[in-house]
């Protein structure tokens, strides 16, 4: 056996082929040790969970203590608007200057063209020059209090942002609720208070309060109510769910572990802007469209006739896609977490639910 073991340990020595066994010298312990430490959380406390309960983001050691909730009632609309009163001395006023470059990018705009070149998209075209900013919607500096230093227009999204920075001054861009301004404290804590800007997870929202920015999975970062004026209410709360209902009147069930933004989201005034003149369009990235009633019948369904007032069927596209909307959602396809759909627009105008 020894005769053996000694053949191999010589062929190892011998022969470099790409396919023999390499005999290394063996590491040192620290280096052991470092190797041994791949797994993936050891590149940081949270690559796999966005919510670490009790690490901290930056040092990796157990967090302090956090301070006691003192704000537990339901933040609802009525409180908010009774904020609203008080606060219609000190309106909230963005920010006139530059944004900070390295929380933005440059928007790179395609003028409604696929990867080949053709376009997919019609009446996109040129724009102003804009900077996407980096809105971090999980919040994933948990129990580290945050000021915010100014309200800020941002191009790409209808609603404002916010420049906060937390204790150990770090800069971020987060969501501005209504009632927010500057010089308010914000923190995302399981802890925290119900107060507007502040992040909580469901299980720790009271039920009737308002909220934004909600995640659809733990983890992944708020997807829902995002949007300039909007909001959804959290309705009742089970041991798994909480059961919110949202701006287009569907209600569906959230996971308990999934966080929100307590409040309504700013800039309720953009849905009253006068644009004023065709040039504010052309800014913003659209180019002219042509009604389909002034074409011929060749190039559109509504076009030909000797009168312009009919659109000779129901309103569609060049191609004869419906263009008020169709239901596309399968039948067969369950639920699954969505208790009811949303009201089509007769019947959510009819009881009053949309202007």
């Known amino acids: 056996m020894w005769a053996r073991l000694s053949r191999t340990v010589g062929l190892c020595r011998e022969t470099p082929s790409l396919f023999a066994p390499r005999c290394l010298p063996s590491?040192?312990?620290s280096a052991a040790a470092s190797v041994a430490r791949r797994w993936s959380g050891s590149y940081s406390p949270i690559i796999k969970r966005n919510r670490v309960p009790f690490i901290d983001f930056e040092t990796g050691f157990p967090k302090e203590p956090p301070p006691k909730q003192s704000v537990v009632?339901?933040?609802?609309?009525?409180k908010q608007q009774k904020l609203e009163r008080l606060l219609e001395a000190t309106p909230q006023k963005t920010f006139r200057g530059r944004v900070i470059q390295k929380l933005s990018t440059r928007r790179i705009r395609h003028s409604g063209r696929n990867d080949s070149g053709r376009i997919t998209t019609r009446h996109r075209g040129k724009g102003t020059l804009q900077r996407l900013r980096f809105v971090d919607f999980k919040r994933g500096r948990k129990d580290i209090p945050a000021t915010v230093l100014r309200i800020e227009y941002s191009p790409d999204r209808t609603a404002h942002v916010a420049l906060i920075q937390y204790e150990d001054g770090v800069l971020s861009y987060i969501l501005a609720p209504l009632t927010l301004r500057p010089g308010d404290?914000?923190?995302?804590?399981?802890?925290?208070?119900?107060?507007?800007g502040n992040c909580l997870p469901l299980r720790s929202v009271p039920v009737g309060s308002i909220v934004h920015n909600i995640e659809l999975r733990p983890g992944a970062g708020g997807q829902f109510i995002r949007a300039a004026g909007t909001f959804a209410t959290v309705i009742t709360k089970d041991k798994s769910y909480a059961t919110i209902k949202l701006r287009s009147t569907e209600i569906r069930k959230f996971p308990l572990d999934c966080w929100a933004s307590i409040g309504q989201l700013s800039h309720l005034e953009r849905f009253m802007r006068f644009k004023g003149k065709a040039g504010i369009n052309r800014w913003l990235g659209w180019r002219p469209s042509v009604r389909g009633n002034a074409m011929n019948p060749s190039d559109h369904p509504h076009g030909g006739g000797t009168s312009a007032k009919h659109t000779k069927r129901p309103p569609v596209?060049?191609?004869?896609?419906?263009?008020?909307?169709?239901?596309?959602?399968?039948?067969?396809?369950?639920?699954?977490?969505?208790?009811r759909r949303n009201l089509p627009g007769k019947a959510q105008k009819k009881y009053g639910i949309a202007a």
């Open 185 to 196: 404290q914000v923190v995302a804590s399981e802890t925290a208070n119900i107060v507007p």
């Open 73 to 78: 009632g339901a933040f609802t609309l009525a």
């Open 27 to 29: 590491p040192p312990a």
């Open 317 to 339: 596209s060049p191609w004869g896609i419906e263009r008020t909307g169709f239901k596309t959602r399968s039948p067969k396809k369950p639920m699954g977490l969505i208790v």
